[in-house]
């Protein structure tokens, strides 16, 4: 029988497989924008929350399974497979074939990386907080390849080409949601 997750759940299985604080606010980073997007278009936001939360749990310990541990513990918790296909969804190109279809999978394909983007511009601020990063200070460090090299900005490019949504809108939604969980991302920095 299918198990509908719920938060708690999904923070404790993260924490199982994921001990690196940095893996842990990303993925927190990541539920965030999924929860953030869920109220904006009246979806479930415990359902994608969840999904954001454990989109990377397997990555620490199986980098080269990416997606696929993943898959296997979810399976194997019996966890609805529209919650494991999203999570397959949001490495599309890098670790897995499958295409994000539905506007959860689109979401998290879109948000992953420029969390990344985010938390770098929040901590190089003399605040060290992302309630005064705007939208143009991303904007600015987006050209810049070396800042946060590891954000693959083609991957944002292509999930808000998916969402049918211009790159300033989705990293001031993003900022927004990052907002509201500051303090747990370790982002409320010195105001």
């Known amino acids: 029988m299918t198990h509908i997750p719920n938060?708690?759940?999904?923070?404790?299985?993260?924490?199982?497989?994921?001990?690196?604080?940095s893996l842990i606010i990303h993925a927190k980073a990541v539920e965030a924008c999924m929860r953030y997007y869920a109220r904006k278009h009246g979806e479930d936001e415990e359902k994608w929350g969840v999904v954001g939360l454990v989109h990377d749990m397997d990555w620490e310990q199986f980098p080269e399974e990416h997606t696929k541990k993943t898959r296997e513990i979810l399976e194997a918790a019996n966890w609805?497979?529209?919650?494991?296909r999203a999570v397959e969804s949001h490495a599309y190109l890098t670790c897995t074939e499958v295409i994000p279809?539905?506007?959860?999978?689109?979401?998290?394909?879109?948000?992953?990386?420029?969390?990344?983007?985010?938390?770098?511009?929040?901590?190089?601020?003399?605040?060290?907080?992302?309630?005064?990063?705007?939208?143009?200070?991303?904007?600015?460090?987006?050209?810049?390849?070396?800042?946060?090299?590891?954000?693959?900005?083609?991957?944002?490019?292509?999930?808000?080409?998916?969402?049918?949504?211009?790159?300033?809108?989705?990293?001031?939604?993003?900022?927004?949601?990052?907002?509201?969980?500051?303090?747990?991302?370790e982002l409320k920095g010195n105001l």
């Open 101 to 185: 279809e539905s506007l959860m999978e689109k979401t998290i394909y879109a948000v992953d990386e420029l969390t990344g983007l985010i938390r770098t511009t929040a901590l190089i601020r003399p605040s060290k907080s992302v309630l005064d990063v705007k939208v143009k200070s991303v904007k600015r460090n987006w050209k810049n390849k070396r800042f946060a090299a590891g954000v693959d900005r083609t991957v944002i490019e292509r999930g808000a080409a998916m969402l049918g949504m211009e790159i300033p809108d989705l990293i001031h939604d993003c900022i927004e949601a990052m907002k509201e969980v500051a303090e747990e991302l």
């Open 7 to 21: 938060r708690e759940e999904a923070l404790e299985l993260l924490t199982t497989y994921t001990k690196n604080p």
């Open 80 to 84: 609805p497979e529209e919650y494991i």
